[in-house]
Structure formats: C-alpha cells, structure tokens
C-alpha cells in the first residue's frame, strides 16, 4: 500500500509542476510580459543579465516562448575520422512540442545553421521556434512557413561539410549569455531572454508586480502629463 501512496504523491507533483509551468508559459505569452520586463525581473532576482546580445533578431514579428533544446555546432576539422551523431537534426524530431531550439555556430557566425528543410520538420513537429548564435538562409521560404526564427545573420552559406555536431542538451553559450536545457526562452521585437528555469516561479511574481503597477503609472501619466510623478509613486521605470 505504502508503494502506491509514494508512486501516486510521485505522479501528483510532477502532475502539478507540468501544470505550474503551462501556467508560466501562458503568462509569459502576454503582451505585457516583455523581454524588457523579463529582463529586468531576472537581473534583480540574479544580479546577471538575460538578455542575448541584441543583434540576434526576429526575421519578422512574432513572439516565442518556451523552454530550451540546445545544440553546439563546431567547425569541422577536415583531418577528423570521427563520425559525429547528427544532433542538429535529432532535436527537430525528438524534442517535446513547444520547444525552443537553439543552435551556437562557434567560430562561425556567417554559416546557416538551419534553412528551408529543417524549418519545416520543425513546425510540422510543433516547435516553438529557433534561435541562432549564427546565421539562417531560405528566409522566403520560412517566412512563407510562417515559423519564429531568431538569429544573428542571414546567409546563404550551408553548414554541409563546414560545421559538425558537437553535443546536445549542453550549456552553452549563446549571444553570450549561458543558456541551459530546459531554461525558458522569450523572443519579442526588443530581443532574445533566457530565464533560468529555477528561478522561473520568481521571475512570474516580480512580472506581476511591474504589470500591476505600470498599469496604474500610465493614468498618472497621461492625467499629470509627468513620468517623474508616476515614478515617485510607483517607483517603476
């Protein structure tokens, strides 16, 4: 009986996690949970920024937000024997719905790191969306796909033969901000952030609280034509 008591109370919390963190994501969905806000919000609880570093863009407005599936690509070396795992192309299939990849092209931010192709099996599979230390090409065809992408250049130069690999699932380092499986990914127009996945319950909580108060800011705003008083108040900017 005990056996059972545990198994169930097992399955009850991790039931009520998955459940927390739908509610997260749904939040972080709003208009009013931007990668400035969320910036902001992380760098208070950590003392560390989130945000990638601003040339990794959207190609077109559309926002994502989900948790990371990283990919490490290194330039290959041409005297290598080693035959390396296609993990760039495993993590369109394997990984669960909703999911943000993220490819790091080390040493090489002029090569695609993906394109028409794997766009494609990564909307049919239900992903979230890329983000790219790197470049991306077929950009007319992904717009067409209407899928998110995230990246630091265009280019038409494919990875074939010039990049391998490396490992999935690592940390890494993306627009030079450590990113690890797992954390949750925000993309607006302003940007690319990464919340730490533990942090994530206090990251929503301070969320909150910026949109409850910036909400009650804009009428001081636009009644005393004056942000200084709406910051006196409210002590938000």
């Known amino acids: 009986m005990l056996k059972y008591i545990i198994v169930f109370t097992i399955f009850l919390t991790k039931f009520n996690l998955l459940s927390a963190n ?3 994501i749904n939040y972080l969905r709003n208009e009013s949970s931007s990668t400035g806000n969320i910036s902001d919000a992380v760098e208070q609880i950590t003392g560390s920024r989130a945000w990638l570093n601003p040339d990794i863009k959207s190609i077109f407005e559309k ?5 990371a599936v990283t990919v490490l690509m290194k330039p290959k070396i041409t005297t290598a024997k080693i035959k390396n795992s296609p993990f760039h ?49 077929d950009i007319s065809a992904i717009k067409r796909l209407n899928f998110p992408v995230y990246t630091k250049k265009i ?3 494919t990875s074939v033969g010039k990049m391998v690999p490396f490992a999935k699932n690592i940390p890494v ?28 319950p206090q990251v929503i909580k301070l969320l909150r609280d910026f949109d409850n108060r910036e909400n009650k800011m804009l009428p001081i705003i636009k009644e005393e ?8 108040k409210f002590n938000r900017y």
């Open 22 to 24: 739908e509610d997260y």
């Open 63 to 67: 926002k994502i937000v989900g948790p």
């Open 89 to 137: 192309l495993e993590v369109l299939e394997e990984s669960p719905k909703g999911s943000v990849i993220v490819y790091v092209m080390e040493d090489s931010e002029n090569i695609a790191a993906i394109g028409n192709l794997m766009t494609t099996t990564a909307k049919i599979n239900n992903l979230e969306g890329f983000v790219i230390d790197g470049a991306a090409r």
């Open 155 to 157: 280019s038409p130069a």
């Open 173 to 200: 380092i993306c627009g030079d901000v450590t990113v690890r499986p797992d954390d949750i990914i925000v993309g607006d127009l302003d940007g690319v952030v990464v919340i730490p996945k533990k942090i994530l």
């Open 225 to 232: 034509k004056s942000i200084l008083k709406a910051i006196e």
